[in-house]
C-alpha cells in the first residue's frame, strides 16, 4: 500500500512564527512531492513542489526533501493568520499522485 | 492561468438516481482525474483518464463510471445514487509532462 503519512493536527501557533509541517511517505519509488493549501469549504490549490533532496525556498515557504528518510516538510516562516488552512502533501508515483489526510495549521494573534 | 470548472457547488440528490458530474479545463491538458474527499479519509481517487475515450480506475472505482469524449471534458457518473457516496467531489487535470494537478472548486454532492 502506498501510503503518504501526516499529523492531522491541528497545528497552533502564534503569528510571526515559523510553522512546521511534516510528511512521511512510504514507497520509495516516489519522484515527486507536493505541498497544497486548502481553505476550509474550497479546494487545494498548490503552494510548494519538490523534486530532488535539499531545501526549496519561495517567500515564507521552505520545502524540505530527505530522500533516505522518506520525508517531506514545510516551513512557513512569519506564519499569518491568513495561513490557517489544511496543507496536503503528496507523493507522484509512475501515474498519479497519493495524498496525505492533511495537517490542519491555525495561526493565532 | 489554468482554469478547470466543475458543473455545479452543490447538489442534492435522492437515493437510486443517476448522477452526472461534469469538469471542463481549458490548458488542453491531457490528464484528468476525479477525486473524492470525506473528513479523516483524505483525497482519494475515483478514476482518471489521459487521453480522450481513456480510462483507468484509481483507488475506489466502485459505483463510479466516468467519459471522456472530449480532451476538455471529464465527466463522472453515479449510476445510482447512494448515501455513502455523499462527499465532496473534486476534479483536478495536468499536462502530459507536467505532474502537477491544478484542481476545479468541488462539487459537495448530498445523496438523501
Known amino acids: 500500500q502506498k501510503e503518504v503519512e501526516q499529523n492531522s493536527g491541528p497545528l497552533s501557533v502564534p503569528e510571526g512564527a515559523i510553522a512546521s509541517l511534516n510528511c512521511t511517505y512510504s514507497?520509495?519509488?516516489?519522484?515527486?512531492f507536493f505541498w497544497y493549501r486548502q481553505y476550509s469549504g474550497k479546494s487545494p490549490e498548490l503552494i510548494m513542489s519538490i523534486y530532488s533532496n535539499g531545501d526549496k525556498e519561495d517567500g515564507r515557504f521552505t520545502a524540505q526533501l530527505n530522500k533516505a528518510s522518506q520525508y517531506v516538510s514545510l516551513l512557513i516562516r512569519d506564519s499569518q493568520p491568513s495561513d490557517s488552512a489544511t496543507y496536503l502533501c503528496?507523493?507522484?508515483?509512475?501515474?498519479?499522485?497519493?495524498f496525505g489526510t492533511g495537517t490542519r495549521l491555525q495561526v493565532f494573534p | 492561468d489554468v482554469k478547470v470548472t466543475q458543473s455545479s457547488r452543490y447538489l442534492v440528490k435522492r437515493t437510486g438516481e443517476k448522477v452526472f458530474l461534469e469538469c471542463v479545463q481549458d490548458m488542453d491538458h491531457e490528464n484528468m482525474f476525479w477525486y473524492r474527499q470525506d473528513p479523516g479519509l483524505g483525497l482519494r481517487l475515483i478514476y482518471f483518464?489521459?487521453?480522450?475515450?481513456?480510462?483507468e480506475k484509481g483507488d475506489i472505482p466502485e459505483g463510479y463510471s466516468v467519459s471522456r469524449e472530449k480532451k476538455e471534458r471529464f465527466s463522472l457518473i453515479l449510476e445510482s445514487a447512494s448515501t455513502n457516496q455523499t462527499s465532496m467531489y473534486l476534479c483536478?487535470?495536468?499536462?502530459?509532462?507536467?505532474?502537477?494537478?491544478?484542481f476545479g472548486p468541488g462539487t459537495r454532492l448530498t445523496v438523501l
Open positions: 483536478a487535470s495536468s499536462g502530459a509532462l507536467e505532474v502537477v494537478s491544478y
Open positions: 503528496a507523493a507522484y508515483n509512475t501515474d498519479k499522485l497519493i
Open positions: 514507497d520509495r519509488g516516489s519522484q515527486s
Open positions: 483518464s489521459y487521453d480522450v475515450k481513456m480510462k
